[in-house]
């Protein structure tokens, strides 16, 4: 078994020190010496030729530097944050006189491509060292402070876990906040002003993930005169496929997404007939993985980034964002999915995110506890959450139908009824939530005899119905009754255009994944549908458009 220390801190042999000769420039630094300080952005690869640099935490609330790791020559610094264009949250300071080698950020590409060996080695250390970072005194760079009850709380970590960012939640229902309560109490900060976020640079007082995202950098900047060869609406499973191989086959690829990378697939607990995984993979880890090897491969991401116009240009496509920003672009591929729709209960938006969820991920799985907990739908997305709950949790599936055999697969099935801890109730719906603070308890009516009765829950997990995102195209192009969007056969073909796969009706416009008329619902799908366009969009861009 490795050492994830050896995975995380590689030295570098002599052989591959040689070979790095022919990228970058040699710069030497004196003592105490910054590379970089927190809220900067990271844009070299450097390698210790001679001397040493030590990473360092500066704790926001103490104003103290902590040191976190030191390294010497035939080490290389740096993490995710040089792909992703994150501002740092460590600093790195010399100790000593120090000679690198620096590389700049094409530099490095290159280098990757040229001499996969290094190249690899660099990639693998830095998805080491974010996962070290997390667990470590690294994570409190950044900390979340807000309720467990919160929802704004839980889009925040989500949104965060999704992004790979090392952090640390303290919930404020929680007895060991002491020092953190003075802190915030110092500033003048008060229940009604959190959540909070501290970073190394700043205290925000109840940010949305876009502001979250704009002061990690993460948000999208402007670059004037830029055309895209492909833009990706949608970071699910098709999304991700689309990126990676756009970007894999030399397209200057753009990957946008309202939320944040996962779609639907990234809110599963575990998916279990996805090829190549035969004890599953949870959604999270499979989109992560598909993100981090899209930027790899040189796709940018940006999220938060909601797309709300679209337009023809000479060029192609421009797209409007909702802060008035433009992006135009060759070609564009749409992979925004769907989402579940909203139980139609009064009061529903008041327990969102403290008691009624739309994933079931280990951060709804914690703030739930041991239940009880109620999902409402039978399909797969549903069977999954049903089975991750139960590992802690009473679950009570409801469906409206008789069984569920009908919309879910066989090997669900059966675990659920081998399951103790998994209720199913036919026949039923939810009809009203309950609860001060956070959700307490729900109405259930039975279809069958019409009687009503009320239960203990703190959660209720909605899987029901798939309402496609296809607002922000208004009638640009053609849609199906349901909002699905219309591809390639389903397009009424003209003398001067005859779409190709996954085509729309707007030449170099596509569609594909959960939001494509007639797509199997399936995360492999997704992803076969997502890799074959790059193919239709290579063959459009060829003849012009």
């Given at each position: 078994?490795t050492?994830p ?14 070979r790095l000769e ?20 990271y ?5 210790i030729?001679?001397?040493q640099v ?9 104003r103290?530097?902590?040191?976190i ?22 600093r790195?300071?010399?100790s ?6 620096r590389?700049?950020?094409d ?11 290094i190249?690899?080695?660099a ?27 919160s ?7 989500s ?23 003075d ?6 900060i ?11 640079t700043?205290v ?12 990690l950098g993460l ?8 055309v895209y060869?492909?833009?990706?609406v949608?970071?699910?499973?098709a999304?991700?496929a ?26 599963s607990s575990?998916?279990e007939n996805?090829?190549g ?28 980034c ?6 023809p240009?000479?060029e ?15 070609s ?15 009061g ?33 997305s549903?069977?999954q959450a ?6 802690e ?19 669900l ?9 998994i ?17 307490e308890?729900?109405t ?9 009765t ?8 909605c899987?029901?119905?798939a309402?496609?995102f ?25 003398p001067?255009?005859?779409?190709l ?14 939001v ?17 366009a790059v193919?239709s ?9």
């Open positions: 078994m050492n220390l050896d995975d995380a801190f590689p030295d570098l042999t002599t052989a591959q020190l040689e022919a990228y970058g420039h040699v710069e030497q630094l004196a003592t105490d010496a910054f590379l970089i300080r927190e809220g900067e952005v844009t070299h690869f450097d390698v030729l001679d001397g030590d990473v360092l935490r500066h704790d926001t609330v103490s103290e530097d902590t040191v790791a030191s390294h010497g020559a035939g080490r290389f610094l740096g993490e995710l944050g040089l792909l992703t264009g994150q501002r740092a949250f460590l790195l300071r010399t000593r006189p120090t000679t690198l080698r590389l700049n950020l530099e490095f590409r290159q280098l990757s491509v040229s001499d996969p060996d190249g690899d080695l990639f693998s250390a830095f998805v080491a060292r974010r996962e070290l970072l997390k667990g470590k005194a690294a994570a409190s760079s950044l900390r979340v402070v807000g309720s467990r009850f929802k704004l709380v839980l889009e925040l970590r949104w965060l876990r999704h992004q790979q960012i090392a952090h640390t939640w303290i919930d404020l229902d929680s007895e060991e906040v002491r020092e953190v309560r802190f915030l109490n110092a500033l003048g008060g229940p009604a002003d959190t959540p909070v976020v501290i970073t190394s700043a925000l007082r109840t940010p949305t993930v876009g502001e979250l995202a704009e002061h948000t999208y900047q402007p670059s004037e005169g830029r060869d492909l833009v990706v949608g970071a699910g499973p999304g991700l689309s990126a990676v191989y756009g970007a894999s086959e030399g397209l200057d690829t753009l990957l946008l997404d309202r939320v944040g990378v996962g779609g639907q697939a990234g809110a575990r998916i996805y090829v995984f035969p004890t599953g993979i949870s959604g999270g880890d499979l989109v992560e993985r598909a993100a981090l090897q899209a930027q790899r491969l040189g796709a940018h991401i940006n999220s938060p909601e797309v709300v116009a679209v337009h240009v000479c192609g496509y421009r797209l409007t964002l909702t802060d008035g920003a433009e992006i135009i672009t060759r564009v591929i749409a992979a925004l999915g769907v989402q579940y729709r909203k139980l139609p209960i009064d529903m938006e008041r327990f969102e995110g403290n008691g009624v969820y739309y994933a079931a991920t280990d951060l709804e799985a914690r703030v739930c506890g041991t239940g009880p907990v109620t999902v409402v739908g039978g399909g797969n549903a069977g049903a089975l991750y709950l139960a590992r949790a009473q679950v009570t599936i409801a469906i409206r139908g008789d069984d569920l055999t009908k919309s879910m697969s066989a090997y099935i059966d675990r659920i009824e081998q399951s103790p801890n209720t199913v109730d036919v026949h039923s719906e939810v009809v009203a939530l309950h609860g001060g603070k956070h959700l308890s729900i259930v009516r039975s279809n069958a005899s019409g009687d009503s009320d239960r203990e829950c703190v959660g209720v997990f899987f029901v119905g309402v496609p296809t607002d922000w195209l208004g009638d640009f192009v053609a849609l199906d009754a349901r909002g699905f969007v219309l591809t390639d056969s389903d397009v009424v073909r003209g001067a255009f005859s779409p796969p996954y085509e729309t009706s707007r030449p170099g416009f596509f569609a594909v994944g959960d494509r008329a007639r797509s199997t619902k399936r995360v492999a799908a997704a992803v076969g549908e997502g890799s074959s193919r969009v290579h063959e459009r861009l060829a003849v012009g458009g």
